[in-house]
């Protein structure tokens, strides 16, 4: 009898497992993202937002065709003033200079703004008139309090224009 011979097949490299080198990128993936504390600094990011501009209705109501479109919509202005040190300090509605005392309040006061508002005129868009000096967080926290709205027709409140103003003066 005569017994074969098998030729060994030489290995040139090293195989790597593919499997686990993606495993590990994705846990280290993981673990940056869950970690990730941004400086103070970068919280306070300065947007560049186009200017608010009156919302516009589709047609005017044939029973009113002497008035002006822009005349029969309401917008509500509230003006967010900074503390020194970037927290919110002063939530005002402009229109008449009332003040809230704190972020429920405010969205109190919003609410019943709303419900009382003109059936023929009722309140769609709201600008936010903001302190340069205040931090994005407070900023998106009264952001989503006006979020929270609901109009009287049960939809929810989301025209909000956030523009800078000088309420407190230049900032320093």
Partial sequence: MSRRRRRRVKQDGVTLNMAAMLDMAFQLLAFFIATFKPMTIEQQIALKLPPPERIRSEAPSKAEPSKDVLTLLTTMRVGLEASPDGMLANITFLEDGSRARNLD???SKMKTRIEKADKGTPIE??????DPRLNLQSTMEVMDRCLQQKLPDG??????SPVLSNL????K
């Fill in 105 to 107: 309040d405010f969205y």
């Fill in 155 to 160: 939809k929810q409140l989301t025209k909000i």
């Fill in 168 to 171: 407190a003066g230049p900032a």
């Fill in 125 to 130: 868009q709201v600008i936010l008139e903001i």
